[in-house]
């Protein structure tokens, strides 16, 4: 069987249950989403309201010993609990995430599996489908990236499917795994705005490259003008 435990918002469910991070659980009220990440991803219609619950996978290499299970390294290091109260943290210095609802794991032996829900946000597409849209939130993302270097969010993976906006321009930034809350420095900044600039190159589709180029300039700018701000 295994011994875990689950961290959850008190104020969003009254208790989690250990099923709810199974997507058998769900039936036909969970459906599985097909852009981004590596496939664990299901959207869930839950009696707390609409999420999305997401079971860590492993890439490259290390998804042909195990794909879904980790290294045991104590409570602290588990990769659901770990991004379940970075969330937090940084929705406490006001970045724009979703809610996270309840982080799982269950350990056996020395390793673990882990599984988290979060908050779904109806209506929002990614940065990675609007980019080729004549009127692409480009300026919207880079101030919403400078608010998340503001708040001290290294993000492990800054591509342009973890930026999401509304039909408005509103964004939000997801998917926190691995990330660091970090208080000065510039490199990491840097790190993260190549990365989103690798991204959005790779996933230009037909694109002529000078047009991707274009955009990310405009969303460079923004971010330079919004990082100065004080």
Known sequence: MGHGAIVFDPSRVGQARPEWFTPAFWGDAAQRVDSGGRGGAW???????????????????????????????????????????????????????????????????????AALLMERLPGTRTLADLAAEPHAPWADAGRLVAGMHRAGLDHADLNADNLLFDASGHGWVIDLDRGV?????????????????????????????????????????????????P
Not at 48 to 62: D, I, M, P, W
Not at 79 to 103: N, Q, W
Not at 188 to 193: A, D, F, I, K, P
């Open 43 to 113: 959207y869930v219609n839950a009696p707390f309201g609409a999420c999305v619950l997401r079971q860590y996978r492993r890439g490259g290499f290390a998804a042909h010993v195990s794909e879904s299970n980790y290294l045991w390294a104590g409570e602290a290091h588990v990769r659901s609990v770990a991004e379940f109260r970075l969330t937090r943290l940084m929705l406490d210095r006001g970045l724009a995430l979703p809610v996270p609802i309840a982080a799982f794991y269950v350990r056996r032996g020395l390793r673990y599996r």
């Open 181 to 229: 809350a970090r208080t000065v420095g510039n490199g990491w900044r840097q790190r993260n705005l190549e990365r989103l600039h690798r991204s959005l190159l790779k996933r230009r589709g037909v694109r002529e490259e000078g047009d991707v180029e274009e955009g990310f300039a405009r969303l460079r700018a923004a971010y330079d003008e919004a990082w100065r701000m």
